[in-house]
């Protein structure tokens, strides 16, 4: 197993410009690739270990049932632009979703064609779609964050985003699917998310669905898909059934505007409440540029702390053995962080704030020179 996880650098100059590439091609020059395209993060997932662990195997999000001859997934992370979460609504956050997402699309398909040109079939797969047939048009063919917990790159939060050192749970990720075979990464066994001692994506959620180490999807999907798939449903089956008797008036209301503006740019259809991003505390962009702006979470409620608290105790029930948590079952854990928290968050803070002293200093020496 490779530890050469491709982590946060700055995409190098004429990253676009097509490489040669080397006559072996490795995992190193894959995510070095990747990089220069412009990705945030690139880790690498082999095909036979998401094979043999589908997130819910009720509903097998799998690469083999994609593709017979996938070897490997190459999974790339685009990060969300911090600015938009110190905005007073969430509409940058939205229209920053699409124009990340198509970002990454164009990074994962020049890697793509790269691969392909030098002999090993690769493919992109939408990174958002959902299947039909997969429990009511709930899952995607891949599931996105497990690739990532896969491909190394960080583990599951409570509210279960993966969770990045780097970043939290700010970004987008997709996967490559090639027929090369490549040395895959080895997952993260420390867990990234401080757990329910922290609990804030709980606290913030304006719809309560956070769950433990779990989400109630059609309880999130009233605040992140305002006007998806379900809502349009809904609205015409008001239309069909008489409850909108006046259709011009029906026509003409927010819902019918939502639909149009979701279809046009995204915006309202998906990823539409970003407040279990905006709050989450693990990650340097959220140190550097949301700890003022978010610390405070208005959200907050009494039944939502006491509801963290229970979860606590669930917690500490499930790790002496009493009971099983269903987040953390033995088959959830591997993407969870099976060695539990163990203080990463802390740690990265700390570095975070040595780094701004050190930073510190030599500005403090230049403003103030000898004499004046
Ligand atoms: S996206 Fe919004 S509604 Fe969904 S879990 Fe996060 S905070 Fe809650
Ligand atoms: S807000 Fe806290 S509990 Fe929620 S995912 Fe982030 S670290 Fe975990």
Redesign the pocket.
Known sequence: MSDSRQRATQPRPHGRTAARPPREITSAYVKERAIALGAHLVGIASAAKLNAFPPDPRWPQTPERISPYCKSVIVIVSRIPVGAFRCRNNVPVQYLDMLVMRRMDKISYVLAQELEAAGHPSFVTAAQETDWSYKRASYGRLSTRHLGVEAGLGTLGL?VNILTPEYGPRLYLTGILTELELEPDEPMAEQVCIGESCSR?LH????D??LHFG?DKR??A???QEFGFAQILRFLDGLADGAHPDHAAAFRSRDFFGFWQGLLRVVGSFGD?????AVCPVGNDYHAHLADVQKAIPEKTPEKVALGRQYKELRARHDSGALEAPGLSEWNRRWVGPQGYQGIVARQLQAFKAAQRARAVPEATTAAPDGE
Request: charged letters at 15%; proline letters at 11%.
């Open positions: 509210e994506c913030a959620c304006p719809a669905a956070v989400i309880a999130c009233t605040e992140a409440c970003p407040r279990c991003l």
